[in-house]
């Protein structure tokens, strides 16, 4: 600086600003991420996900009764509602209802539970509400819970799906 020449006050140097800015944009970035934590419960898939943890066995038992009694199942799913068609191997009677649960990836909150009836040779139900656009998982499974069928749809694109319980018995 010369001698004779007046010092610019901080605010006016343009470094000081340009130092100043990564601090606060961290600081509006991290009051931002807060406000949308506070805001939005995302929630956890299953509450319960210690105790899945240890039925894992008992699922298992289920996927192989049903690899025993051979089912299969063909889903579709409509605009108004949804219809499984299931075959068993000869003399297995078939439920008179049968369970479906439609599980969202990722939010618990949209899951769905359906009671089907038998009507002639497939179950069909009304679902609760529209499926968006996700990866769901299918369970079907008879109301005494002895055996289960599980499998997945991407919806919109997946309307019809096949479920073979010989595909999803463990290998030993």
Request: net charge negative; glycine share 8%.
């Amino acid at each position: 600086m010369a001698p004779n020449q007046i010092p610019t006050p901080w605010y006016k140097e343009r470094w000081t600003w340009l130092l100043m800015l990564m601090p606060v944009t961290a600081i509006i970035g991290g009051s931002i991420t807060m406000w949308l934590a506070v805001t939005s419960f995302d929630g956890m898939v299953a509450d319960d996900y210690y105790k899945q943890g240890l039925a894992i066995n008992q699922t298992l038992a289920r996927a192989t009764a049903a690899a025993d009694l051979g089912l299969k199942a063909d889903v579709r799913f409509t605009a108004e509602g949804l219809s499984v068609a299931l075959q068993a191997r000869q003399g297995v009677e078939l439920p008179a209802r049968v369970l479906v649960t439609l599980a969202h990836p990722t939010r618990g909150g949209l899951d769905q539970q359906l009671v089907l009836e038998r009507n002639g040779n497939g179950y069909q139900g009304r679902m609760q509400s529209q499926l968006g656009s996700a990866h769901w998982k299918v369970l079907i499974e008879d109301e005494s819970r002895s055996w289960r069928l599980s499998g997945a749809a991407f919806l919109p694109t997946e309307t019809e799906i096949r479920i073979d319980s010989a595909d999803l018995k463990p290998v030993d």
